[in-house]
């Protein structure tokens, strides 16, 4: 199953970048972008009633590129939680009505405009941050975790990390930015580099690791003994010390005003950061390794905290799609399923409608999940 998901994600990657004019390739495309004003994508602006509207907050921000201001963000939460005499978050967990929100690589390189764009993200963007601000000044939210996708520069699944026979980096600016990589030679650690086209894969070559070439062999064999397919690779992204690697500036103020409101202290779920694995959802490596690489039973522990917990974010049929499938998976051991809830309109997919996605809302369903919209009236009761 997943080869056959990987496939379809590539052709859709391939149409979504094959008019993409082409930047300088590998780090050198990771220097800051221009400050751009706002984005003209701005038709489908969501309209959701604020019971409050914060300082910081406009709809149109959701579509700009600026450096938000926390500290600002943050100290409007504050007088805003002591003066309407507010329970803090952990007060409200006692009282068993806390809800958490629990959100996939909101980061900039994911958005519309991004070095690796899922288009939709700034929309979602805009809609989660509308329910966290209703959410917040209510007594609703009480936690918030997000995860943040952020790699070395050295990261197994750079393009330019891996080289042909003459030394020269693959770049997949000219093939979509993305490519599946099946071993060719596990005494030599080659593998064959495969683009997709609206006809199908096709090879561009082959390609062995700069830094550690039998390390990627043994990788390899791990994803085929586990079913996770082939090795991927894409344009560098989310690369730590960037401006990519950073949370939507709108997010990251939303976020800083709700823990002011609610005294909250947000869970960060870090993702990406060892070399020599990727990481397609945020609770669990594809290549678990001890101690910076397990499973997050540290952020499944605390789920279990809340009354329920809702989850949103990118891209619909890759990480976020792992948040949920692994979520369910162990939430529902541990009773929880009828507490989870999916925000249809809090995601974005790269392949519209994926079979995978569709038969993961079908487990969700059966198990009690509620599949509620971004504008849903809060929750009453629990």
Request: with cysteine.
């Amino acid at each position: 199953m997943y080869a056959r998901v990987r496939i379809s994600v590539l052709i859709t990657l391939y149409k979504l970048h094959r008019n993409v004019k082409g930047c300088k390739h590998g780090l050198a495309s990771l220097t800051k972008r221009s400050k751009i004003v706002v984005s003209s994508n701005t038709e489908a602006l969501s309209h959701m009633k604020l019971n409050y509207i914060p300082n910081f907050f406009a709809a149109a921000k959701a579509f700009a590129h600026y450096s938000p201001d926390i500290a600002r963000a943050y100290s409007e939460g504050v007088q805003y939680g002591l003066a309407n005499n507010l329970a803090t978050g952990d007060e409200l967990i006692k009282r068993g009505v806390a809800r958490l929100i629990a959100l996939t690589d909101l980061e900039e390189d994911f958005r519309d405009d991004g070095r690796l764009p899922v288009k939709g993200t700034d929309q979602v963007v805009l809609r989660v941050c509308e329910r966290i601000i209703n959410g917040v000044v209510e007594d609703y939210y009480g936690g918030i975790m997000y995860s943040l996708d952020g790699h070395p520069f050295d990261h197994i699944s750079f393009d330019c990390n891996w080289r042909d026979g003459a030394g020269d980096p693959l770049n997949l600016e000219q093939y979509g930015k993305a490519a599946i990589l099946t071993l060719e030679d596990p005494v030599l650690g080659t593998f064959k580099a495969q683009a997709f086209s609206e006809n199908g894969p096709y090879d561009i070559g082959t390609y062995r690791h700069a830094f550690d070439p039998m390390g990627t062999v043994a990788y390899w064999n791990h994803l085929q003994a586990t079913g996770q397919g082939p090795i991927w690779v894409f344009v560098p992204h989310c690369v730590i010390g960037t401006d990519g690697a950073n949370l939507h500036p709108l997010l990251a103020e939303t976020i800083a005003f709700a823990c002011g409101v609610r005294r909250i202290r947000p869970r960060i779920i870090r993702k990406g950061h060892l070399a020599n694995t990727d990481w397609f959802g945020p609770l669990e490596p594809c290549k678990p390794s001890d101690p910076e690489g397990l499973l997050n039973m540290g952020a499944v522990a605390e789920m279990t905290m809340y009354a329920a917990v809702e989850f949103g974010g990118v891209a619909e049929d890759f990480c976020e799609y792992n948040m949920r499938a692994k979520s369910l998976e162990l939430l529902a051991g541990l009773g929880m399923a009828g507490k989870m809830r999916f925000l249809r309109d809090c995601t974005a997919p790269i392949v519209p409608n994926a079979a995978h996605v569709a038969a993961l809302y079908d487990r969700a369903r059966a198990a009690g999940i509620q599949f509620i919209d971004h504008d849903a009236p809060l929750d009453a009761g629990v």
